[in-house]
Nanobody, 126 residues
Framework: QVQLVESGGELVQPGGSLRLSCAAS????????IGWFRQAPGKEREGVSC????????TYADSVKGRFTISKDNAKNTVYLQMNSLKYEDTAVYYC???????????????????WGQGTQVTVSS
């Protein structure tokens, strides 16, 4: 049974940092691309970043480039999203998701992601 569990969201001041974790079970990270998405109140869900099955490619939304870094630890079967220089507009529920793909060294946030976690709230506020 495929399962994704996010953690690490909390209240942080502007300019601060957070690291989100996405713990995967029921599959190994070399079989799915993993994406991070977010949804703010009243807004559509948007892709934030993704990492390929073999860590050969990482993709970022323009709004987070240079501030966010996606990584994964295959031994822990966990994907991370390091978020630095946080802004008010980063406030959202953050979700990780898994996409079946034949591509080993690329990922796209526009793919269909079949499995989703429950989300973790990130609030940037002073």
């Amino acid at each position: 049974q495929v399962q994704l569990v996010e953690s690490g969201g909390e209240l942080v001041q502007p300019g601060g940092s957070l690291r989100l974790s996405c713990a995967a079970s029921g599959f190994t990270l070399d079989t799915y691309a993993i994406g991070w998405f977010r949804q703010a109140p009243g807004k559509e869900r948007e892709g934030v970043s993704c990492i390929s099955r073999y860590d050969g490619s990482k993709t970022y939304a323009d709004s987070v480039k240079g501030r966010f870094t996606i990584s994964k630890d295959n031994a822990k079967n966990t994907v991370y999203l390091q978020m630095n220089s946080l802004k008010y507009e980063d406030t959202a529920v953050y979700y990780c998701a898994a996409a079946t793909t034949i591509h080993r060294k690329m990922c796209e946030m526009t793919w269909i992601y079949e499995y989703w976690g429950q989300g973790t709230q990130v609030t940037v506020s002073s």
